[in-house]
Structure formats: C-alpha cells, structure tokens
C-alpha cells in the first residue's frame, strides 16, 4: 500500500511542468507624475470633461458599435465553450435500443434488447481541473478584451469629437479672416483707385483673402470626414445632415484637468490588455499542465446492462437483466515522440505569454509616461500661446492702423495678418491635442474602475 502512494505521488508530482513565472520589474512612482493619489475615475471617466454632448455620443456608441458587439458574442462564445470542456469529463449516459433476427433452414431465432449505457474517463490526475481552468481563463481573457474594446472604442469617440471641435474652430477661424480680408482688400482696392496705393499692395491685399477663402473647404471637407468616421463608431449609416453640437466653448473656457496617475502596481489590475494578457498566461499554463497529463496513464470506466429477450412481448412480461462492468486503465508506450513534443509546444506557448505580458506591462507603464509628460508640457504651450495670440492680435491691429496712415509698409500688414491666423489655428490644435493627451491618459490608466 506505501508503494502504491509513493507511486502516486511522483505521478501527481509529474503532472506539474516546471514552468517560470513572470518577471515584473514594478517602479514605485511615474517619472512625469505630479500627483501620485490612488486613481479614483468615475466609471464614466469621460464625464469629467463636463461636455452633455460628448456623454450622449460614448452612451450611444456603447449600446449600437459592431466592434463591441461582436466582443459580446465572443464572451458568449467562451462561456459555451467552457461547458463543453467540462461536459467532457464527465461520466456520459445513452439509451440502445436494437432487434435482430437470424436463422438456418429450420430455425429463425430473433432477439430484442433495451441497453442504457454509461462510461466515464476518469479524470484522476487533475485533467478536469486543467481544461476548466483553462476553459476560465478564456472566458476571462474575452471579457478583458470585451472590456478593452470597450475602453478603446470610448476613447476613440471622444477624441474623435474634440478633432471634430477642432476641425470646426479652424473652420469659422478660416470664415471670420477671410470676412476682415475681404474688408481690407476692399479698402487698398479703393486706396489703389486714388492713387494711394500701389498695385502689389492691391494685389497682396487679395492674396491674403485667397488664402483665407482657400482653406474654407479644406476645413469643410475635414469636419464632413471626420463626422463621417463619427457615424462608423456609433454604429450608424453616414447621415445627410450630421448635426453634433457641443454646449462646450472648447477654447475660450479651457480650463487644465487633474487626473491622479496612481501607481505603477495599478496598472496589473486596471487595464484591460494586462488583465486579458494574464488570462492568456493561465491558459496557457493550464495547456501545459494538460499536455503533461496526456502522457500519464488514464482510466475509463465502462458499463451497460438492460434487457434481452427472444420476443418483444416478453421485454415487458419476462423481461431478462444482464449488465457488464468495466475498468481500464491505459498507459502510452511509444508515440514516435508526438506526446512529449506536443507538451514541449505547450510549455513554449506559455513561455511565450509570459513574455508578451511582461510586454505589456512595459507599454503600459511607457503609455502612462507618454501621457503624463504630454499634459505637462502642453499645458505650458498653451499657457504662453494664448500670450502670443494677443500679442499677434495687437500687432496686426497696430500695422493696419500705421498703414492707413502712411507710416507702415503693407509688407508689414502682410506678416503680422499671416503670424496671427497661423498661431490662433496652431492655437486650437493645440487645445485639442491637450483633450487628446487626457483622454490618452485615462485610456493609459485602464479607464474605468472595475
């Protein structure tokens, strides 16, 4: 009896490849960080942006993009899987039922038999265990994936959005200079008349306004494709008359966001790809451990019985019970190598998934890096742009004002007309790209607390 358990227990031992574990090398804090708090995002995280506009499109998007539907379906898809992977170790019961009838020249013999069935591979070295785990950790790995579809769909619409904003800024910037162009052209073109001007200012005068009138369908043609793309993430057929409107003032009520960068560690938890990269890992693992198993000996128990008879009336009168039991046990011998390769394939698998989630966990941390350094040094662009407008916006006045009056070259109205339109437009992408980086950064934090 103490042999039979020592055998057994190098068995049980055996099941278990010897697999390594993942090395996460975890800094204390971010580089870029300001504020190291606990990230606390509202499960909405894009609310913060306060925009009723914004909410009403992720909302819709969420419930009708395809993308998140087919996530959904795939969940459902490894839920159903996982009962068939249980379903295949356990014991598995049928119903026979046959008649037959033989016979020589002077005698016709016929039998009847009714004959459950039952079998049942026993699954005493753990295979039940690993195929359920695995079969788990796929169930995981899909809603992780559905949850990332679901954070980087958000993502995209609210950056979609803020271009859109964007795109619209530049747009009535590009309308407004080519209405005070068209009034400056205007007035040379009557100085020119008198005399008082000459034709290369006449000239340049409307070449500033072409300019202006010129990047009018540029910025038509960017707001109508990027409401195009707009409708794709909402799930929706292109609209013929796309109205998206925002209560938000985008740039003149821009005001900096804190968003608390937590932890390193966080991350492990928090983002999708990390979550459903270790659910991989596990898998993977559990493939292994069942690779392994697959070279040790296995059992199967067997047994039918029912009812026989010579005539069908007496299955129910006269019935006769026979039934047979049976126990085997199997144990490969020689498979010209394929079981130890197959368990050789598993292990590299797993090796495989442990290097891609240690990956991972570094273009997590760069993400975040990335983000927080962005917000930083966008917003002292930002801060020292909105001096450089008003100092530009004050130069062009002052050059039109000397010019009028004979003490300026139109020259100079040209530059300063050129350096204002260019840093109020340089101005709004910047704003957007500053929404970008934080809604980069709440994608980079995992989005919503789960």
């Not at 080519?178 to 020119?192: C, G, M, P």
């Not at 394929?338 to 495989?352: D, I, M, R």
């Not at 020259?411 to 970008?436: G, K, W």
Request: charged content about 20%; proline content about 4%.
């Amino acid at each position: 009896m103490k042999q039979i358990i020592v055998i057994l227990s190098l068995i049980f031992v055996g099941c278990n490849p010897h697999l390594q574990q993942p090395q996460i090398d975890l800094p204390e804090n971010y580089l870029y960080a300001t504020d190291t708090d606990s990230i606390n995002l509202s499960h909405n995280w894009w609310e913060m942006f306060g925009d009723t506009t914004l909410n009403r499109l992720i909302t819709t998007a969420l419930a009708a993009n395809n993308d998140l539907k087919a996530a959904v379906s795939r969940i459902e898809e490894a839920r159903a899987k996982q009962r068939v992977v249980r379903a295949q170790y356990l014991p598995e019961f049928a119903l026979g039922r046959s008649a037959g009838v033989s016979g020589s020249d002077d005698e016709v013999t016929q039998q009847y038999i009714v004959e459950p069935t039952a079998s049942w591979e026993i699954p005493i070295f753990g295979s039940l265990r690993s195929a359920t785990t695995a079969a788990k950790a796929d169930v995981d790995y899909a809603l992780w994936q559905y949850r990332g579809v679901e954070l980087s769909l958000a993502a995209q619409v609210a950056t979609t959005y803020y271009t859109l904003l964007q795109y619209r800024r530049d747009l009535d910037i590009a309308r407004q200079s080519s209405e005070l162009r068209a009034q400056t052209a205007k007035l040379v073109d009557s100085l020119f008349v008198r005399g008082m001007a000459s034709g290369v200012n006449r000239e340049q005068a409307y070449n500033l306004l072409y300019t202006a009138l010129a990047d009018i369908p540029l910025y038509e043609r960017a707001v109508a494709q990027t409401l195009l793309q707009l409708d794709i993430l909402l799930g929706q057929t292109p609209q013929l008359q796309p109205s998206v409107v925002s209560n938000a003032p985008f740039v003149a009520d821009y005001t900096p966001i804190n968003i608390p960068s937590g932890v390193p560690s966080e991350l492990l938890y928090r983002r999708p790809d990390m979550m459903s990269s270790h659910a991989k890992m596990r898998s993977a693992a559990a493939a292994a451990k069942s690779a392994r198993i697959a070279r040790l000996p296995s059992f199967s128990l067997t047994g039918d019985g029912g009812i026989v008879s010579d005539e069908i009336s007496k299955i129910v009168t006269s019935p006769t019970w026979a039934w047979n039991a049976l126990l085997s046990l199997s144990q490969p011998l020689f498979a010209f190598g394929s079981l130890k390769s197959s368990e050789k394939v598993a292990v590299e698998q797993y090796n495989q998934a442990v290097v891609e989630y240690q990956q991972t966990f570094i273009s997590a941390l760069a993400d975040v890096e990335k983000s927080l350094v962005s917000i930083s040094t966008y917003r002292a662009e930002i801060e020292r742009y909105n001096e450089l407008i008003e100092s530009n916006r004050a130069i062009a006045e002052m050059s039109r004002a000397l010019y009028l009056n004979g003490l300026n070259a139109y020259l100079d109205v040209i530059d300063a007309e050129r350096t204002l339109y260019n840093s109020q437009m340089e101005y709004s992408n910047i704003i957007a790209a500053q929404y970008i980086n934080y809604i980069n950064l709440c994608q980079a934090l995992g989005g919503n607390f789960y």
